[in-house]
């Protein structure tokens, strides 16, 4: 087998990179979806927005990334701008 098929297989699920493999070997893979920052509002239009259903209340609100598809509707929902793609400033809650 060849050793770059594990990698390959890895990045066919969604990773971006692998660690070593782009960044010196300090580089990580980006997560997917999205998380939710503190910047949180609380008004709901991502919980309404979402086709999953993925979204739960509380401050700030949660996306449970096992339900989530990944499509932003939640991102263009949100009027604060408080829904971005996970790994850029979301909430430790958020995942």
Avoid: W
Avoid at 18 to 34: D, I, T, V
Avoid at 60 to 66: A, G, K, W, Y
Wanted: charged residues 20%.
């Amino acid at each position: 087998m060849h050793p770059r098929f594990f990698h390959r297989i890895l990045q066919l699920r969604g990773q971006t990179h692998l660690p070593g493999e782009l960044g010196g070997g300090n580089s990580r893979p980006r997560a997917k979806g999205y998380g939710i920052t503190p910047d949180c509002i609380g008004c709901g239009r991502c919980r309404t927005a979402c086709p999953q259903g993925a979204i739960d209340p509380g401050t700030p609100f949660r996306i449970r990334p096992e339900n989530c598809l990944h499509c932003g509707a939640c991102a263009e929902a949100c009027p604060a701008g408080a829904v971005r793609p996970r790994g850029d400033d979301c909430h430790e809650n958020a995942f």
